[in-house]
């Protein structure tokens, strides 16, 4: 380990009920930032705005309050990196957009609604059913790359709206060290030049990730594997703007499955067990969803059924007290393979990191 002090966040984006993923995510990384005696911050990840749900952040708190995992800097704890909720740092991201933009890194793109739904027509077959603003596509768009500076100008001068997206390179290899993976490489020719500041003047989490982990120094970045095929656009805007050497180390832990892919709040009515920490009353359709703590688990045994669904520490024990797991908890011990569902277990198949804890509910 290098010896920059280690600071951990959790990036919630508040929108509904915190899944035991996301406890588990928590989880891994207080353990590592208690082993190490560092920082763990929760920054709340809000820049869309069309998905704001009111409720939704207190929730987060009170669930990880409930399962002792309390960070030390956040929006209700303070700290000295703040603010730690995106819309509230709304001013700082645009002049990192308008470096790349200079530095020939990301574009203004100027295309309508339905110039994006004509191009997505066009562009349609069989093999690429739902075509992406990419490489392939960009010069027969309408964007800074195609359209002269006076046009340019002008538009941006106009109150046209428009939004900035990367110039993903041709044929580039990126690569980066996962803690738990090794290696990973992507070839930037499949990623599409996603957008990094939107026509609202937000960020997208692309471009509000990379420039929030550098300034509140984060030295290790973990989040569930679903952020993977974003590494790519995470790792260039790191070189771009701030130097690879600087950017944080990377764990992306698997999904915790269902029978169907990822574990579902469906698989959770279906099969009666919660997969949310405490009960979520979703605010639009009044629907209630059940908890853990409201199931009647107490938070202890709750954060080490977490603990070992995807990691162990090399022996045959399952039950750990907090301070137990702080002290054996190592990344290197973290399996890559995502855990069997609950519901694989309960029909008698392998297991993977932990017993057949639903059955003794
Ligand atoms: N805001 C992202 C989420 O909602 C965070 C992903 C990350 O940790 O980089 O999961």
């Known amino acids: 380990m290098s010896d920059k002090k280690v600071r951990v966040r959790f990036a919630p984006s508040p929108t509904g009920g915190l899944h035991l993923g996301g406890v588990r995510t928590v989880l891994y990384n207080y353990l590592f930032a208690k082993k190490h005696g560092g920082d763990f911050i929760v920054r709340i990840e809000d820049t869309d705005q069309t998905r704001f749900v009111p409720g939704a952040e207190d929730y987060i708190f009170e669930c990880l309050k409930w399962a002792g995992l309390e960070p030390d800097e956040s929006v209700q704890h303070g700290g000295n990196y703040g603010p730690y909720r995106q819309s509230e740092r709304k001013e700082l991201y645009r002049n990192y957009a308008d470096q790349l933009v200079a530095e020939g890194h990301a574009y203004y793109a100027f295309d309508t609604p339905e110039e994006l739904d004509q191009m997505r027509q066009q562009y349609k077959t069989d093999e690429n059913p739902a075509p992406q603003y990419d490489q392939k596509v960009r010069m027969q768009m309408r964007n800074s790359l195609t359209l002269d500076g006076d046009t340019v100008h002008e538009l941006m001068h106009s109150d046209t709206p428009y939004v900035i997206r990367i110039k993903m390179p041709e044929n580039e290899t990126v690569s980066f060290n996962d803690m738990i993976r090794g290696e990973v490489s992507f070839n930037t020719s499949v990623v599409d030049d996603k957008v990094l500041l939107k ?11 990379v420039v929030d982990d550098h300034l509140m120094e984060i030295s290790h970045a973990f989040r569930g594997e679903e952020w993977l095929p974003s590494a ?3 790792v260039l805007l790191w070189k771009y703007l701030f130097g690879e050497d600087k950017m944080p180390q990377w764990a992306h832990f698997p999904l915790i499955l269902g029978p169907n892919g990822k574990l579902s709040k469906r698989d959770g009515a279906k ?8 009960n979520w009353k979703d605010p639009k359709s009044d629907e209630l969803t059940e908890g853990f703590k409201e199931k009647g688990f107490l938070p202890e045994a709750f954060i080490n059924l977490l603990a070992v669904l995807g990691w162990n520490d090399g022996t045959e024990q399952e039950l750990f007290s907090i301070e137990e797991m702080i002290d054996k908890f190592s990344m290197d011990r973290v399996h890559s393979a995502a855990p069997n569902s609950i519901m694989k277990k309960r029909n008698g198949s392998t297991r993977s990191g932990s017993k057949n804890w639903m059955h003794r509910l």
């Not at 099969?271 to 405490?278: C, D, E, R, S």
Request: charged residues 5%; negative net charge; glycine residues 10%.
């Open 199 to 209: 026509a609202d003047g937000m960020p997208t989490y692309h471009l509000a990730v």
């Open 271 to 278: 099969y009666g067990f919660p997969v949310f920490a405490m």
């Open 232 to 234: 790519p656009v995470h």
